[in-house]
């Protein structure tokens, strides 16, 4: 038989032992790079298995390193994070106002809970987490919206109180400002007012937040660089409207809304008819203001019964995705568009869970329109979502049994409320004024109307219904307590905390994968459309001294103290002598 067709094992096969020997002298002179001399049978084993030792200890480090640059490289830039878009993009920044991971969490078996789903049955938000965000402004580790908006359209840190104003109180260059100087139309959609502080970071420059005179102005066209916004739509009329107007809140006679009109060639709407002639944005004119209410836009477990006067939060998202889109057909630009929850964070400062779950809900919808327009667009886009910071130091479990904490809480609480405290509280200042109402028929009214009916609460205490007797223009706190006492739900503070937020995104967004400073959100946000906003910074400040507006201290307001800017998150009050409906 030939030796080629042996067996590899046959019995008579030469042995390999010399092979091997030879092989094992040619590595020798390989990794020394000179040829041995013949070693004697006891040496060679030797220093053959010291070459083998070392050549592995080499190859093994080298593997380890390449493994740990790879993967390196992998977190650091992801799959198309390095590649810059080109051509004409859309992009959709959406900001969960006061929103924290918690709220998540309980927004979840919330519904989970109410609908029988399985436990896999997840948020359109939770399907796009890819990071965190890190709060602080400049001057406090608690941040307020302000500060924090002004980290997302400027890019830089500023003080809690400042509206894209700088620590030195000068303005900073936003992205949608560079967005519309570049030939991006823009756009606002809030359900709070449109001159609170996370729109106005977007288009007004003013050193406190509590300028929501001016903020109006600047939002329609009197602004150094002129008109900066196409599309608008929110709540906040009263700071639009002069101050001999039923419903005004502005401290002067000017009327905002004939200014953006006969100056600035605005279309203004202000109700649900004029909003339905829109046809969720087929038929739309830009620029384009709507104002839908005198401040914000009701609480969404409010606002469902309330239909047929205020447009949803998705509805406003997808009238102003649909507009944009439209009005950029023939354009090598998209748009830039803001859209904010922003009633997530007043649900935070009232500690009322069962009106922040509607609200997580709503702005997830508004999120679920956004990826589906984003996908059946034909131009590339992305959105990216986050929030300012978290409202409430919301906690899913809460110690009501003073020796040993339950591990518990309560979703199906939530589901039996009705109404949001607020609301309730407001309905109980209403009836109160009521000349004909004797204490009598008040408390039956807070027992029937409000807690049973309202909250679905049917166990409620004396001392419980006292207390909103005894002190009803502060009854929405006691009612709020009422509910999350119930649903085993925690809150320690009725203010911001300093926890991180949630970062959450599509495609192209991947820059963002990991645990960020909010500077970094608003850097990504101008990198992603390719606009210098370092330019408008400078073009501002050139225009600022020739700008001038009957406002004290200038277009941007007086300098603040430290004690107002200490204060500046002081600015939300349930009560019914300061909030309106």
């Known amino acids: 038989m030939s030796s080629l067709n042996k067996p590899l094992l046959a019995p008579d096969r030469p042995s390999s032992e010399h092979s091997f020997e030879m092989s094992a002298s040619e590595e020798d002179t390989l990794l020394t790079g000179t040829r041995t001399r013949e070693a004697s049978p006891q040496r060679r084993p030797f220093w053959r298995e010291v070459g083998l030792f070392i050549w592995a200890v080499t190859a093994t480090a080298a593997v380890i390193i390449l493994g740990v640059l790879t993967q390196h490289q992998r977190e650091t830039t992801p799959d198309n ?17 006061g929103m924290g991971p918690a709220s998540l969490s309980m927004t979840r078996s919330f519904r989970q809970n ?42 830089l840190k500023s003080y809690n109180g400042a509206i894209s104003i700088l620590p030195d109180h000068t303005p900073c260059g936003t992205v949608l400002e560079a967005a519309k100087k570049a030939g991006y139309l823009t756009g606002l959609v809030v359900t709070t007012d449109l001159t609170d502080a996370t729109p106005a970071c977007f288009a007004s420059h003013v050193n406190m937040r509590s300028e929501g005179d001016s903020i109006a102005a600047q939002e329609v066209g009197e602004h150094p660089l002129g008109r900066v916004v196409d599309l608008m739509l929110g709540g906040g009329r009263c700071h639009f409207l002069p101050n001999t107007t039923d419903g005004s809140c502005r401290k002067d006679t000017r009327d905002i809304t004939k ?38 836009i009701p609480y969404e477990i409010d606002r469902r019964n309330q239909n047929d006067v205020y447009p949803s939060l998705d509805e406003m998202a997808r009238t102003a995705l649909t507009a944009l889109e439209a009005a950029t057909k023939d354009s090598d630009k998209g748009f830039f568009l803001l859209i904010e929850g922003s009633r997530i964070d007043h649900a935070g400062h009232g500690n009322d869970p069962a009106a922040q779950v509607h609200e997580v809900l709503a702005y997830d919808k508004a999120f679920g329109s956004v990826l589906k327009f984003l996908s059946e667009s034909k131009d590339e886009g992305v959105v990216v979502g986050t929030s300012d910071h978290e409202t409430g130091g919301l906690s899913i479990a809460r ?6 904490p339950e591990y518990l809480w309560y979703p199906q609480v939530l589901s039996k409320a009705t109404h949001s405290a607020e609301y309730l509280g407001f309905e109980l200042f209403h009836r109160s004024e009521a000349a004909q109402s004797t204490s009598e028929d008040i408390e039956k009214f807070v027992r029937n109307t409000l807690v049973r009916d309202g909250l679905g609460i049917t166990d409620a205490e004396d001392d419980e219904i006292r207390a909103i007797l005894d002190t009803p223009l502060v009854a929405s706190p006691i009612l709020a307590n009422m509910i999350s006492k119930r649903a085993q739900i925690g809150w320690s503070t009725h203010g911001h905390s300093g926890v991180d937020v949630n970062i959450y995104g599509s495609k192209g967004s991947e820059k963002l994968i990991g645990n960020h400073e909010n500077t970094d959100v608003g850097k990504f946000l101008r990198d992603y459309l390719d606009v210098d906003v370092e330019a408008i910074t400078k073009e501002l400040n050139k225009k600022s001294s020739a700008f001038e507006v009957a406002s004290v201290g200038g277009w941007t307001g007086p300098i603040p103290t430290e004690e107002e800017v200490l204060k500046a998150a002081d600015h939300y009050d349930a009560s019914p002598k300061h909030r309106r409906r």
């Not at 399907?127 to 941040?143: A, D, E, M, P």
Request: glycine residues 10%; hydrophobic residues 35%; contains cysteine.
């Open 81 to 97: 994070a390095a590649k810059k878009p080109s051509g004409k993009r859309n992009l959709v920044f959406m900001v969960s106002d």
């Open 114 to 155: 109410e609908g029988g789903l399985d436990i896999d049955d997840i948020l359109q938000l939770d399907q796009h987490l890819i990071g965190q965000s890190r709060t602080r402004s400049s001057s406090s580790l608690v941040t307020d919206s302000a500060a924090g908006a002004t980290a997302f359209s400027c890019g």
């Open 259 to 296: 200014l953006a009109q006969e100056k600035y060639g605005w279309n203004y709407i202000d109700d649900r008819a004029g909003f339905d002639k829109l046809k969720l944005g087929k038929d739309v004119k830009l620029p384009l203001l709507g104002l839908f209410a005198e401040s914000d």
């Open 399 to 404: 110690q009501n049994n003073p020796t040993y």
